[in-house]
């Protein structure tokens, strides 16, 4: 019955939210080793519930991490597309956009409710929205730790505190993936174009869409150690 209902959540689970395979297990965890050596905010893998062998017999306990070690247990026992229930610290998405101005507002208002959608709206408590990079960077130093930011709309006369702002924030981590949206009407420049890009139409409606496949994407990228 837990293997049926782990299936299933699999399915639903766009952004495979605290479930991971053997294999993406393994690739985290070497991943991650490598990552944390100078990183600030640190990534591990923890377990949700406690992992059996076939006798029933457990073989790591509850909330415990994984590590290399865990790994290569889980490994004897179990096939590499098996899932199990881990969590990880970096989840979450944060949309950067200023909602101070009336195309700030519809513009950011549209990003919310596009990613508020994924998953049928299972990923609520998961996504953030902040005005500016200045009060992400206040929510980073605390306890905030996504693993990817939307950057929407930003005020013309403040690009420059937000480019520096933004650079803050790549010190504090350098792991953080992200995304930019340009928009025909509302913000037709891009600011940082070493991220990665998604126009918006108003002409073509089907871009939403492929803004949304990009998310999906680009989360749910493995952590290659090659890339670290």
Known sequence: MEETDIGKRKRENVLKIGYSTLDEIE???KAFRVMNQNAVKKRYLITRDPIMD???????????EIDVSAAKLLRRHY???D???VFQPDEGIVIISDMSTMEGVSFSMDIVTQIMNLGGGAYEGFIDRVDSFEEFIVLLKKNLFPRMIIVGYLPK??????IIN?????RLDNYLR?????????KPQAYFPKIKQVNISQEDPKSWGRFVVEIVREYIRPYFVEQV
């Open 79 to 81: 096939k590499g597309s």
């Open 166 to 170: 933004f650079v803050k924030v790549k």
């Open 54 to 64: 076939g006798t029933g017999k457990a073989l790591i306990p509850k909330a415990q």
């Open 83 to 85: 899932m199990f229930k």
């Open 157 to 162: 006369e403040k690009i420059q505190t937000e």
């Open 27 to 29: 690739d985290k965890v």
């Open 178 to 186: 992200a995304i930019e949206l340009t928009h025909s009407v509302f």
